[in-house]
């Protein structure tokens, strides 16, 4: 900074000077009145803000303290860091117009999401659809008075004090989990004390009336911080855009998603079904679902024995020191079911433990001073039935008791559900010596993995809690490992192109050298993640890199694949690991005749099968292509006269390897095919008298179009051909028909 003026570099490179002080909106006026307009925020990154976010976004009159670069927010519904800002806001707006409405409600959150927003809430009335009119009533009567969102920061003590006074344990709980000794307030207006006001870190937008169009969207149940031990919530949801036309276009999006559904969709085709009384998150693959996993298992299949895969089959369940020794635990316990300890000493520690952890939760205050009565009393217990706990002292501080108890947990034996494949593939591969010879060893399984996913994020297909990976891991030398990862890239590529995903991006995750994450070399980490660089240039792939995106032993490419509605989802993976080979001490002869560290690439062409599925059913709108489809012919009779016939169609075709079946109900032809369309099934063929007499079958597809009668002979050719092509569309499909006619 020079004198007493700051400094702003603006994305194009051009430079803007500030008084001390200035904002973004100072910069936004100086380039010109239309931006002072459109702007609402700003990026800041490298120098120092008014709140202290380096490098996030900042209200547009934050003050800018410092050198720095700039880039400013405006009413942009294509810019999604303007769209959080607003919705942010939005969620502001709501909050406060349920609490006019309801004036015992209490807030806990409401955080901005990609595609919208939610606030949790304790309301002792419960609010359903038929409330949503009226509170979108009174926000856009907040939103008509265009009222300034003001902040206004208090230090640690006074704000304490303010919260406990307004009698709200959420936000209370928010406050001590805060950083800082200051803490920041947002008015949705300019009068403390009178307008309504929430505890924030902000940003928002200089005020309501930028908010162009909204929708309360839903609600439902949740925990509060997801823990089911906790209070139960209300959530509700909402979304706003700047303009209109984006609102009208994201519903139309909606009414689309929900045609797509697959929780829907596998209702009414029969896919799959998820029971409470099984487990919420486990799916029950039902048998059209259940061809349709097989269909896609034996196709991958098919191409890993091409490239040189041996299959393998591993346990449900492991040793602790198994995920010990690789480090899924106990880092990663919380995204992992209990473990199992074998001893009744193991089973009482982990109780305490979590006790204990559940007490340093509630931080300072009474509902901590009773946590901690409670764990002193359940220690004092266990030390009573097990003496050798000597080294626990039940009147030390929380963090001391929970080192002390993890300490002695790490000594105890017992299994856990397997959470990954990993480290049960690299005591196949330590089973027997390998020489350079052998490698690479790529091991393949479809193996079936467990997390414990909150209630709350659980969502059919998509978000599960068991899931089947088509997880692969290789064995390689240094030297091959560019051939090895192309091959895999193009094995994921192949799966995405056979199921017609086409607009997908490859994201490169890498680690962030400033998170303790990661384990491993920092040097091999520089190795690995310039490996992915460089065969992602050699391919032509355009990939983005991620910072702290990688996988906790190595680096790894993502294929993100967008759906028909614009949503992304993580699907095919590739990681390079120079990490669990280390601690697993796995090693092969090499060509001096010394050992040498092999490394070892992961790899998922589908990710999991579960959540592969279900993005299918959408994508395709529950209408499978042909190889796929669980019934891909239905044969319907007009009449008992060509029943004969209808079973020699249905026969020949079975012979063929096609699943089909017949329709031989007495009800007329009309409503037979309405009903087989319902199904989604490729092929109707109609067969009366006259396709009886001349051997044809009358030919009509799922979308009601009537293709004309054609030599039984012929379609089951046309059906072999589509179903060993797959990627074959549809257009070509019929374009070869119409020919060969």
Aim: charged share 30%; glycine share 8%; proline share 5%.
């Amino acid at each position: 900074m020079s004198g007493n003026l700051v400094k702003v570099t603006l994305p194009d490179g051009k430079t803007i000077d500030l008084p001390e002080g200035g904002s973004a909106f100072d910069v936004a006026r100086q380039i010109g009145p239309g931006l002072a307009k459109a702007a609402i925020g700003g990026i800041v990154s490298g120098g120092v803000v008014g709140d202290g976010n380096d490098g996030h976004v900042v209200d547009l009159h934050a003050p800018l303290q410092g050198d720095c670069h700039l880039s400013l927010l405006t009413t942009k519904d294509e810019d999604a860091e303007s769209l959080l800002l607003l919705r942010h806001s939005t969620a502001h707006v709501m909050a406060e117009a349920i609490c006019k409405l309801f004036p015992e409600t209490k807030l806990a959150y409401g955080p901005p999401l990609e595609d919208g927003f939610y606030y949790d809430l304790d309301c002792p009335q419960v609010i359903t659809p038929d409330d949503f009119a009226r509170i979108e009533e009174e926000m856009a009567r907040i939103i008509k008075e265009d009222r300034r969102f003001t902040r206004y920061d208090l230090d640690r003590s006074e704000a304490m004090s303010k919260l406990e006074g307004e009698g709200n344990r959420f936000k209370v709980d928010n406050a001590e989990r805060a950083e800082g000794d200051v803490l920041s307030f947002y008015i949705t207006g300019e009068n403390r004390g009178t307008d309504f006001e929430d505890l924030c870190r902000g940003p928002h937008i200089p005020s309501t009336g930028r908010i162009g169009a909204f929708k309360v969207r839903q609600v439902s149940g949740s925990y509060y911080r997801g823990d089911v031990n906790e209070q139960q919530l209300q959530r509700v949801y909402g979304t706003a855009f700047f303009k209109k036309k984006s609102l009208r276009v994201w519903e139309q999006r909606l009414i689309e998603a929900q045609k797509r559904d697959h929780r829907m969709l596998g209702k009414q085709l029969d896919l799959f079904t998820i029971s409470p009384d099984v487990g919420s998150g486990l799916v029950l693959w039902e048998p059209n679902g259940a061809i349709v996993r097989m269909m896609l298992e034996n196709f991958i299949k098919a191409e890993l024995i091409l490239r040189g895969y041996k299959p393998v089959f591993t346990p449900h369940i492991g040793r602790l020191d198994l995920y010990r020794t690789s480090g899924h635990y106990p880092y990663y316990e919380d995204s992992q079911f209990p473990a199992l300890y074998e001893t009744d000493r193991g089973r009482m520690l982990l109780c305490l433990r979590n006790l204990v952890k559940r007490a340093q939760e509630e931080h300072a205050g009474p509902r901590q001073d009773e946590a901690t009565g409670k764990v002193r009393i359940f220690a004092t217990a266990i030390q009573s039935v097990f003496d050798d706990l000597t080294e626990f002292d039940p009147s030390a501080d929380l963090e001391n008791q929970r080192q002390v108890v993890e300490d002695a947990l790490m000594h105890e034996e017992g299994y856990l559900l397997k959470p990954m494949n990993c480290p049960h593939h690299i005591h196949i591969y330590k089973a027997s010596p390998h020489s350079y010879r052998d490698l690479p060893v790529r091991l393949a399984e479809f193996g079936t993995v467990y997390r414990y996913e909150q209630s709350g994020e659980l969502g059919g297909m998509v978000r599960v809690r068991g899931f089947t990976q088509d997880d692969a891991h290789i064995f390689c030398t240094p030297d091959q490992v560019s051939d090895e990862l192309r091959n895999t890239i193009e094995l994921t590529q192949l799966v995405l192109s056979t199921l017609e995903f086409k607009d997908y991006r490859v994201r490169m995750g890498m680690r962030d050298p400033d998170s303790d994450k990661y384990t491993g070399d920092p040097k091999l980490w520089d190795r690995a993640e310039q490996q992915l660089r460089d065969i992602t240039a050699d391919m032509g792939i355009d990939a983005t890199e991620e910072k702290g995106e990688a996988a906790f032993y190595g680096p790894k490419i993502d294929f993100v694949v967008k759906d028909c509605i614009g949503r992304e989802w993580q699907l095919g993976t590739v990681q390079i690991d120079y990490s669990l080979p280390e601690r697993f001490d796995i090693s092969y002869v090499g060509t001096d005749n010394c050992d040498h560290r092999p490394v070892m690439i992961h790899r998922a062409p589908f990710g999991s099968m579960e959540r592969f599925v279900g993005i299918l059913i959408e994508h395709f709108a529950g209408a499978f292509p042909l190889w796929l489809a669980p019934i891909q012919v239905a044969v319907a009779t007009i009449s008992e006269k060509s029943l004969e016939y209808g079973r020699k169609v249905h026969d020949q075709l079975a012979e063929h390897g096609v699943r089909v079946i017949l329709d031989s109900g007495s009800d007329k032809i009309g409503p037979k095919k309405h009903r087989l369309r319902a199904q989604k099934i490729p092929y109707i063929l109609v067969v009366g008298e006259n396709e009886a007499a001349e051997e044809t079958v009358n030919i009509n597809d799922r979308d009601g179009a009537t293709m004309g009668s054609f030599p039984l002979a012929n379609f089951v050719e046309w059906c072999f051909i589509e179903i060993q092509t797959k990627g074959r569309s549809r257009h070509e499909s019929l374009t070869a028909r119409e020919r060969s006619s």
